[in-house]
C-alpha cells in the first residue's frame, strides 16, 4: 500500500498551490498539478483517479503503456511525458501520449515532423526542455540555444511549441531557474511553464509555473527502477 493516503495528499496539495497562487496574485485555475505516476503501484494511483484527478505524468513510454492499457479511454485523462524520449519511441509517444515535455534536440524535432507527415494526425502538445544549470548528465536545450531551438521548430520543422520545462540543480536555488526559464518564454511568445516539483512547487507558482509535476509529496516515494530499465 502507498506510504501516504494519496487523495489526501492530493487535496492538501491543491490547497497549497491554490494559496501560493493567490499570495501571488494569480488564479489558481491557471495551475495544474501533473501526479507524476511513474514507477507507482496501481494502488496509489486508482484511488486519485476515482477522486477526479486527471492529469498524470509519466517518464517512460513501455512502462506508460503497460500502465494504462485499457484505461487509456478515461473520459478527461491527460498522459504527459516528463521522461527522455528516444527517437526510436516517438511513434508510440504520440500515440499514448497527450503532451511530451522533453523536446530537447533537433533529431527529436525531426522525428517529430516526420512522425507527422507519416500519419497525417496531430502531434501531442510540445514543450522544449531547458537544462537551466547546464548540467551535462541532464536532457534539455541549454538557455543559449533555447531561442534558435525554438526557431528552429517552428520555422523548419513547422512544429507548435506550447511551453518550456526545467528541472533546477539540486543544489542550487531553484528560484533563479524559474526566474531564467520564465524570461525565455516570454520572449519567445511562451505562456505554459512546467516547473516546480514536491521539494519547491509554491516557489514555481511564484514565478509563473502553469504545470507542477509532484510526486513524492502525493504518493510517497517510489519503488526503485528495475535494474534492466532503459530510458524512453
Not at 117 to 129: A, E, I, K
Not at 178 to 200: H, P, V, Y
Request: hydrophobic share 40%; net charge negative; aromatic share 6%.
Amino acid at each position: 500500500m502507498p506510504e501516504l493516503d494519496p487523495v489526501f495528499a492530493r487535496a492538501q496539495l491543491l490547497d497549497r498551490i491554490g494559496a501560493a497562487a493567490r499570495a501571488a496574485g494569480r488564479d489558481p485555475g491557471e495551475i495544474t498539478l501533473t501526479a507524476v505516476s511513474k514507477q507507482q503501484p496501481w494502488d496509489a494511483i486508482g484511488p486519485v483517479l476515482a477522486a477526479g484527478h486527471r492529469v498524470f505524468g509519466e517518464n517512460r513510454v513501455q512502462e506508460a503503456q503497460g500502465r494504462w492499457a485499457g484505461r487509456r479511454d478515461l473520459p478527461g485523462l491527460e498522459l504527459r511525458l516528463i521522461g527522455p524520449l528516444q527517437s526510436n519511441k516517438a511513434d508510440d509517444a504520440c500515440a499514448l501520449f497527450d503532451v511530451v515535455e522533453t523536446v530537447d534536440r533537433p533529431k527529436l524535432l525531426r522525428t517529430l515532423a516526420e512522425v507527422r507527415d507519416r500519419t497525417g494526425g496531430p502531434l501531442p502538445r510540445l514543450f522544449v526542455q531547458v537544462n537551466t544549470g547546464e548540467e551535462p548528465q541532464k536532457a534539455g536545450v541549454t538557455p543559449q540555444d533555447a531561442d534558435g531551438f525554438l526557431r528552429e521548430a517552428r520555422e523548419v520543422f513547422g512544429l507548435e511549441v506550447e511551453g518550456l520545462m526545467c528541472i533546477p540543480p539540486q543544489e542550487e536555488e531553484p528560484a533563479l531557474h524559474f526566474a531564467l526559464l520564465r524570461k525565455i518564454a516570454a520572449r519567445n511568445g511562451l505562456a505554459r511553464l512546467s516547473m516546480g516539483m514536491s521539494d519547491d512547487y509554491e516557489t514555481a507558482v511564484r514565478f509563473g509555473a502553469t504545470h507542477v509535476r509532484i510526486g513524492s509529496a502525493l504518493f510517497g516515494a517510489r519503488a526503485p527502477a528495475p535494474a534492466t530499465a532503459t530510458p524512453s
